[in-house]
């Protein structure tokens, strides 16, 4: 890639199971060599690709934290993902800046080198070698054979988490408000820091929740559920209420999920919360665009109850 910033195309056509990334390079020191770690982010959390701009330091900022830089009349930290890696990082690699936007947040990452627009598959998407997860502090959602290598991509909520940049709206105001029935709740997330802060807002309000690591895995599951409920001559929803999914997850994004259970017999009549990190109206527009009932932006703990709750009932009411 050259020039100062660069453009990105839209997202894919709604529910196809595929996505596109911008692959990017960490270059790291060994004694074999220069090491190429190669990374790759959702287009859709991406705004745009900058030349590395001026940075401006700030004192009682985390280490990873290189400083603050202005990017369309908006402050923005800056992340060294190299040295959160622990990789020592010469000046002369700083060459570019992935301006992110996702959880309500727009926050920055320097890399090495910023190579193309990759088009791949949810399903082609695996579960990295636990070796290489630990190595990256269990930050990896997935991994991807390419021509060049393994591509890694990274689970940014937990490294915000990780950083201490990550965000938890009105958590006390939401255990000072619970009220309502309690449900059953089906959750999948693909980022464990996700699943674990989700899982803790529904659970501190008494509702019951099954976790699931990707939209595969939570179909299965349901299909399971189901099961049971036809062999009992029972609704699905006497054993879950609610579904709750996240876009971005390997095998099966939350979309394409979404689609699935709305197109299913039996499942149909099940509400489906999309939970993203992406907040833009593009997303949400999708994500309406294959049935979901409702659409939040993580990590708001008093908006999810009081969704949760708004959704069942309108649901159960059959609006």
Do not use: C
């Amino acid at each position: 890639m050259s020039g100062e910033k660069y453009g990105l195309p839209d997202i894919l056509e709604t529910g196809s199971n595929e996505l596109e990334i911008v692959d990017f390079r960490i270059y790291e020191d060994r004694e074999s060599g220069i090491y190429e770690w190669i990374f790759g982010v959702n287009v859709a959390k991406v705004r745009e690709v900058l030349i590395l701009p001026k940075i401006t330091k700030v004192p009682n900022m985390p280490p990873e934290v290189e400083g603050m830089t202005e990017i369309r009349e908006r402050l923005v930290p800056v992340i060294s993902l190299a040295r959160w890696m622990g990789i020592d990082e010469p000046d002369s690699r700083k060459k570019y800046l992935l301006h992110l936007e996702f959880l309500r947040e727009n926050v920055s990452v320097i890399v090495h080198d910023a190579k193309r627009i990759r088009r791949i598959s949810w399903a082609d998407i695996k579960k990295p070698p636990e070796t290489l997860n630990q190595k990256l502090n269990g930050r990896i959602t997935g991994v991807v054979d390419t021509e060049d290598g393994l591509l890694i991509i990274l689970d940014f909520e937990g490294i915000l988490h990780d950083i201490g940049l990550l965000k938890i709206f009105h958590e006390a105001e939401a255990k000072d408000s619970q009220q309502g029935e309690t449900y059953t709740i089906l959750v999948a997330d693909d980022s464990p820091v996700a699943r674990k802060i989700i899982s803790d807002i529904l659970g501190s309000a008494g509702h019951n929740v099954i976790l699931a690591e990707d939209g595969l895995e939570a179909y299965e599951i349901l299909t399971k559920y189901l099961d049971r409920a036809k062999a009992e001559g029972k609704p699905i929803t006497d054993y879950i209420q609610l579904v709750i999914t996240d876009i971005e997850m390997p095998n099966m994004d939350g979309l394409t999920f979404t689609k699935k259970v709305k197109e299913s017999i039996g499942l149909m009549g099940l509400p489906v919360i999309v939970n993203s990190t992406l907040s833009d109206e593009s997303n949400k527009q999708r994500a309406y665009r294959v049935n979901a009932d409702a659409y939040i932006v993580k990590f708001d703990a008093k908006d999810l109850l009081k969704l949760v709750q708004e959704t069942v009932k309108k649901r159960a009411k059959g609006e």
